[in-house]
């Protein structure tokens, strides 16, 4: 039986007005700068799948998360979501709907809880803003499932109590306790020890597989996509540059981007050593995106039409897709 898609973007951008420069400002030219923060993304993901985005720093995952949770209003494009239709066009009810559905894990859940709620507080509060079950009884069971026992321990505790990975589990805990349908983790482990972080991993699938959930996993760490990835889309400056299965996009990569980024990830073992792909520079900002491909200036296979043609994201398998002249 095919799982039916929890949400769909299609041509998704969403860009922010910069100030004018001050050389702008002296001469008089009144040209609107804009950062293309996401610059035409299309996704789907499933009831029960983990859909991992990866890509540098500044590549707009946080963005393309936060725009498709309608955090940011799109610029253009549209979001789809089973049972709701379109959430970037939807009036105040559907939204107030959609928000009961969809949840968010940030990076760092030293910010994410406020410092004056205890655990209890802490998860209690969206229950009672969802008119869901809050007695405590309940708030156990779900900081028991998200892997804090005895839970009956942590419920008087202040975040400052609290390890990193305690303080992630009960972020976890938050973001679950009403069953969303779809759940954005940004960078759930990035600023956790290596040794806790399987933990956290394990558990966000477990949730996606259990409850059915459709869960976007933005990381900039390839090494990490292997233990929760169903899949993986690939993205730089905005753009998904590729997107497969995850065992395809880890051991046979095909846009000269994913093969670099995967040439960084480190062996473990007897296994011999990848040969490292070195880019040239740094990734550029996305308010002076590069004409054609947007990858062409860093890019060691780079073609002449690159510099002036824009790749589409076209077919190369049944399940794989790559943005890249090469494939023509």
């Known amino acids: ?23 702008s400002r002296l001469t008089g030219d009144r040209t609107p700068r804009l950062l293309k923060a996401v610059d035409g993304v299309s996704l789907s993901i499933r009831e029960g799948e983990v859909l991992g985005l990866v890509g540098e720093s500044g590549s707009g995952k946080s963005t393309t998360g936060m725009t498709l949770l309608n955090l940011y209003e799109p610029t253009s494009g549209e979001i789809h979501f089973d049972g709701l239709g379109r959430i970037d066009t939807a009036d105040r009810e559907k939204i107030k709907k959609f928000r009961r559905q969809a949840q968010i894990v940030f990076q760092n859940p030293y910010e994410a809880l406020n410092p004056r709620y205890t655990v209890e507080h802490a998860v209690r509060e969206p229950l009672i803003i969802h008119h869901e079950n809050a007695a405590r009884e309940n708030i156990i069971r779900v900081l028991t499932r998200a892997g804090l026992t005895p839970a009956e321990t942590y419920l008087d505790r202040y975040p400052h109590q609290l390890s990193g990975g305690q303080l992630q589990r009960v972020a976890i805990a938050r973001a679950i306790a009403i069953e969303p349908r779809f759940l954005v983790a940004d960078e759930p482990v990035s600023m956790l020890d290596i040794s806790i972080r399987a933990g ?5 699938r ?29 993205m730089y400056l905005g753009r998904i540059v590729e997107i497969g299965p995850t065992s395809d996009i880890l051991e046979r990569p095909q846009h000269p981007y994913t093969q670099a980024l995967v040439a960084a990830v480190p062996l473990i073992g007897a296994r011999g050593k990848r040969r490292r792909i070195r880019l040239n520079g740094s990734i550029p900002s996305a308010a002076a995106i590069p004409p054609g491909c947007p ?26 897709l790559v943005s890249c002249h090469l494939y023509d």
Do not use: W
Not at 3 to 22: D, G, H, Q, T
Not at 200 to 204: F, G, Q
Not at 295 to 319: E, G, I, Y
């Open 1 to 23: 039986m095919v799982s039916s898609v929890i949400i769909e973007a299609r041509e998704l951008r969403k860009y922010f007005p910069l100030k004018r420069s001050l050389i």
């Open 200 to 204: 956290i991993l394990n558990l966000l």
């Open 206 to 234: 477990s949730f996606a597989s259990e409850l059915k959930m459709g869960v976007l996993y933005i990381s900039h760490d390839l090494s990490t996509m292997r233990h929760i990835a169903n899949r993986i889309a690939v």
């Open 295 to 320: 990858f062409h200036p860093r890019c060691p296979q780079s073609l002449p039409r690159c510099a002036a043609d824009v790749p589409s994201l076209k077919p190369l398998a049944a399940t794989r």
